[in-house]
T-cell receptor, first 113, second 111 residues
Framework: KAGVTQTPRYLIKTRGQQVTLSCSPI?????VSWYQQTPGQGLQFLFE???????NKGNFPGRFSGRQFSNSRSEMNVSTLELGDSALYLC????????????FGPGTRLLVL | GQQLNQSPQSMFIQEGEDVSMNCTSS?????WLWYKQDPGEGPVLLIA?????ELTSNGRLTAQFGITRKDSFLNISASIPSDVGIYFC???????????FGTGTSLTVIP
């Protein structure tokens, strides 16, 4: 079974731009969570999607948004990028069947200049 | 959001030594997960625990779900150089589906 796929793996943007990151979960998994990881803040929860609906949301500004498609693939978008948005963005694939666990993708490394 | 207390923050050990780390929470959890992360990569799931008191092994790794439901422990026996990395715990409570993560334990194994 293929693992979690995230694209792109690396991205360089400038302040003020916007970015879209993509995540394809494990086949058959229905839920996707997104996290931001920085050296100073650790793993911070962004949001979770289940069956195309946002089920949970972390404490991030409205510049951070996401969506999930009918095939469970998910995208997250960050608008008006700031220097502090530089981070590793991780997507986690969750079965959505009850006894939950999370399988992470390799992440997208975003650098904002 | 809630963050779990994970200790120790870092460890420097000799190859062959055993390692113990733990995670505590102020809330009751019904799931505990342990991950290992290498630099620049996503965390890799090591062990999943779903029941208070549960003790689960994965090779040289053993993890336990605390009886109080507010803590979990990870032990690594006979450490080897490839055990180097950052270990994270994660917990999920009853009230929601969100997982909360520990601050990580950085492990260095000296050959």
């Amino acid at each position: 079974k293929a693992g979690v796929t995230q694209t792109p793996r690396y991205l360089i943007k400038t302040r003020g731009q916007q970015v879209t990151l993509s995540c394809s979960p494990i086949s058959g998994h229905r839920s996707v969570s997104w996290y931001q990881q920085t050296p100073g803040q650790g793993l911070q929860f962004l949001f979770e999607y289940f069956s195309e609906t946002q089920r949970n949301k972390g404490n991030f500004p409205g510049r951070f948004s996401g969506r999930q498609f009918s095939n469970s693939r998910s995208e997250m978008n960050v608008s008006t990028l700031e220097l502090g948005d530089s981070a590793l963005y991780l997507c986690a694939s969750i079965p959505g069947t009850g006894r939950e666990t999370q399988y992470f993708g390799p992440g997208t490394r975003l650098l904002v200049l | 959001g809630q963050q779990l207390n994970q200790s120790p923050q870092s460890m420097f050990i000799q190859e062959g030594e055993d390692v113990s780390m733990n995670c505590t929470s102020s809330s009751i959890f019904n799931t505990w997960l342990w991950y290992k992360q290498d630099p620049g990569e996503g965390p890799v799931l090591l062990i999943a625990l779903y029941k208070a008191g549960e003790l689960t092994s994965n090779g040289r790794l053993t993890a336990q779900f605390g009886i109080t439901r507010k803590d979990s422990f990870l032990n690594i026996s006979a450490s080897i150089p490839s055990d180097v990395g950052i270990y994270f715990c994660a917990g999920q409570g009853w009230s929601g589906n969100q997982f909360y993560f520990g601050t990580g334990t950085s492990l260095t194994v000296i050959p």
